[in-house]
């Protein structure tokens, strides 16, 4: 049984860090090492101490002066749109209309949808993010390219065939029935599978009638393990649009409630125009707020008020996402840095600690796998990235003046992108390395 072991700077987190002073709340080695057996972290500590529990043939691998981090996670994006990034000109439901729709029909074709998850899952983990929370198209086949590149790999994901049967062009449209019987057969051929997680994915309300909201929420019931992913209280004119197909809710957020979208697994996409009573059903109901920065500003969708959300009297569980193809950015370090400059705008700030806390296990826990993945604790599946924060000409020089971890962490993000990810471990395997992602 081959097993590996990582020399380098290791860092991975216990709980929120409260300031950059909060040293408990993070596990940090100067000189760290991680033993890797079957795709897990066997031992993680010291690597003088580390390295007496590896056996004979264990493969060492030094990463010395990085940093080893668990691998990013990004909780909501759409893996159809890579060719939808950078459309000019319009905000949410003109820009669906004109560009997003019309380029989800070509995932009628199998081949094609095979052919962009390959690239997209390549894209994430180039750029250090080893899950993803993935959107499909309304087709079958376009969850089935994904899930199966994604098993080839090894990668935890979690991934659905959108469900949407009105207010869309012909070529994206289900049935309230077919989106059930299809979402059921995905399930059941690939929810369990590997490391493969199946979510259940009404796009928004006003793509879904109400037939079909309560066919999600019928799924929700039969399957309660599983997590729902939807969109919600992104724009003012989608707000309005939602209100008025849907006159009984008393808000947006009742839509969802009313059918029983809400709980411990939905994530909700954006949550930016919430009430207080919306946020209220949502922290009673542990429902997550997906923070996608660089969709909320391209797009001109608002700011997402993470610090208010996150220390009111009922805090929201909140996730960070990259929201790729309204999001601009594959990089969830360019994500954090563009979150941290809409959290300024609120009058607030993230420090880097914080930052990296949500990039790994805060989002672990908001996605209920921190079991799993988001840190580098013995027992955990041996998803980790490698990061150089001297990666460039301007990074190395700004380096030159950088003196603590923090600031080290924060010049990372700021400045950092795919080529301060040096190496990515998927169970285990280097893929840079190994696949030449
Ligand atoms: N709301 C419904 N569908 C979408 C989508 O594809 N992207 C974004 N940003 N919002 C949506
Ligand atoms: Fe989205």
Same mark, same amino acid.
């Given at each position: 049984?081959?097993?590996?072991?990582?020399?380098?700077?290791?860092?991975?987190?216990?709980r929120?860090? %409260?300031?950059v002073?909060?040293?408990?709340?993070w596990?940090y080695?100067?000189?760290?090492?991680?033993?890797?057996?079957?795709?897990?972290?066997?031992?993680?500590?010291?690597?003088?101490d580390? +390295?007496?529990?590896?056996?004979?043939?264990?493969?060492?691998i030094?990463?010395?002066?990085?940093?080893?981090?668990?691998?990013?996670?990004?909780?909501?994006?759409?893996?159809?749109?890579?060719?939808?990034?950078?459309?000019?000109?319009?905000e949410?439901?003109?820009?669906?209309?004109?560009?997003?729709?019309?380029?989800e029909?070509?995932?009628q074709?199998?081949?094609?949808?095979?052919?962009?998850?390959?690239?997209?899952?390549? +894209?994430?983990?180039?750029?250090?993010?080893?899950?993803?929370?993935?959107?499909?198209?309304?087709?079958?086949?376009?969850?089935?390219?994904?899930f199966? %590149?994604s098993?080839?790999?090894?990668m935890?994901?979690i991934?659905?065939?959108?469900?949407?049967?009105?207010?869309?062009?012909?070529g994206?449209?289900?049935?309230?029935?077919s989106?059930?019987?299809?979402?059921?057969?995905l399930?059941?051929?690939?929810?369990?599978?590997?490391?493969?997680?199946?979510?259940?994915?009404?796009?928004?309300?006003?793509?879904?009638?109400?037939e079909q909201l309560?066919?999600?929420?019928?799924?929700c019931?039969e399957y309660?393990?599983?997590?729902?992913?939807?969109?919600?209280?992104?724009n003012?004119?989608?707000?309005?649009?939602?209100?008025?197909?849907?006159p009984?809710a008393?808000?947006?957020?009742?839509v969802?409630?009313?059918?029983?979208?809400?709980?411990?697994?939905?994530l909700?996409?954006?949550?930016?125009h919430?009430?207080?009573r919306?946020?209220?059903a949502l922290?009673?109901t542990?429902?997550?707020?997906?923070?996608?920065p660089?969709?909320?500003l391209?797009?001109?969708?608002g700011?997402?008020?993470?610090?208010?959300?996150?220390?009111? +009297?009922k805090?929201?569980?909140?996730?960070t996402?990259?929201d790729?193809?309204?999001?601009?950015?594959?990089?969830?370090?360019?994500?954090?840095?563009?979150?941290y400059?809409?959290?300024?705008?609120?009058? +607030?700030k993230?420090?880097?600690?914080?930052?990296?806390?949500?990039?790994?296990?805060?989002?672990?826990?908001?996605?209920?796998?921190?079991e799993?993945?988001?840190?580098l604790d013995?027992?955990?599946?041996?998803?980790?990235?490698?990061?150089?924060?001297?990666?460039t000409?301007?990074m190395r020089?700004?380096?030159?003046?950088?003196?603590?971890?923090a %600031?080290e962490?924060?010049?990372?993000?700021?400045?950092?992108?795919?080529?301060?990810?040096? %190496?990515?471990?998927?169970a285990?395997?280097?893929?840079?390395?190994?696949m030449a992602v």
């Amino acid at each position: 049984m081959t097993s590996t072991l990582l020399r380098g700077r290791t860092l991975s987190f216990l709980r929120w860090p %409260e300031t950059v002073d909060d040293h408990s709340a993070w596990r940090y080695e100067d000189d760290g090492g991680l033993l890797l057996r079957d795709g897990r972290i066997v031992a993680a500590d010291a690597y003088a101490d580390v +390295e007496k529990k590896a056996d004979e043939g264990v493969k060492k691998i030094d990463h010395r002066p990085h940093l080893l981090l668990p691998g990013f996670i990004d909780a909501h994006a759409h893996f159809p749109q890579m060719q939808v990034i950078a459309s000019y000109g319009a905000e949410l439901l003109d820009w669906l209309n004109t560009y997003t729709f019309p380029e989800e029909t070509k995932f009628q074709n199998a081949q094609h949808g095979r052919r962009i998850a390959r690239l997209f899952l390549d +894209e994430m983990v180039h750029h250090g993010t080893t899950t993803v929370a993935a959107y499909c198209s309304v087709h079958k086949e376009s969850a089935e390219a994904f899930f199966a %590149e994604s098993h080839d790999r090894n990668m935890l994901n979690i991934a659905g065939k959108v469900m949407m049967d009105r207010n869309a062009p012909e070529g994206v449209l289900d049935t309230a029935q077919s989106a059930y019987d299809d979402s059921k057969t995905l399930i059941k051929e690939w929810h369990g599978k590997g490391r493969q997680h199946y979510a259940i994915t009404p796009r928004f309300a006003i793509t879904s009638s109400p037939e079909q909201l309560e066919m999600a929420g019928a799924l929700c019931r039969e399957y309660p393990d599983l997590h729902m992913q939807t969109h919600l209280s992104e724009n003012h004119a989608e707000i309005a649009f939602t209100l008025q197909l849907y006159p009984q809710a008393r808000d947006y957020t009742d839509v969802y409630e009313r059918y029983g979208l809400l709980g411990r697994k939905s994530l909700f996409g954006h949550c930016i125009h919430l009430s207080e009573r919306e946020a209220d059903a949502l922290s009673d109901t542990g429902s997550v707020a997906v923070f996608c920065p660089t969709s909320n500003l391209f797009l001109g969708s608002g700011l997402f008020d993470y610090q208010r959300y996150r220390r009111r +009297e009922k805090p929201l569980r909140i996730a960070t996402a990259t929201d790729i193809g309204g999001g601009t950015n594959y990089s969830m370090l360019r994500t954090m840095d563009e979150g941290y400059k809409v959290i300024a705008l609120n009058g +607030e700030k993230l420090n880097p600690f914080q930052s990296f806390w949500q990039l790994t296990r805060g989002n672990a826990e908001a996605l209920s796998i921190v079991e799993k993945i988001g840190t580098l604790d013995q027992g955990s599946d041996a998803d980790i990235v490698v990061l150089d924060a001297r990666a460039t000409p301007a990074m190395r020089l700004r380096m030159e003046t950088a003196d603590t971890l923090a %600031e080290e962490l924060f010049l990372l993000q700021t400045l950092g992108d795919d080529r301060a990810v040096r %190496e990515v471990y998927v169970a285990g395997r280097a893929m840079k390395t190994d696949m030449a992602v």
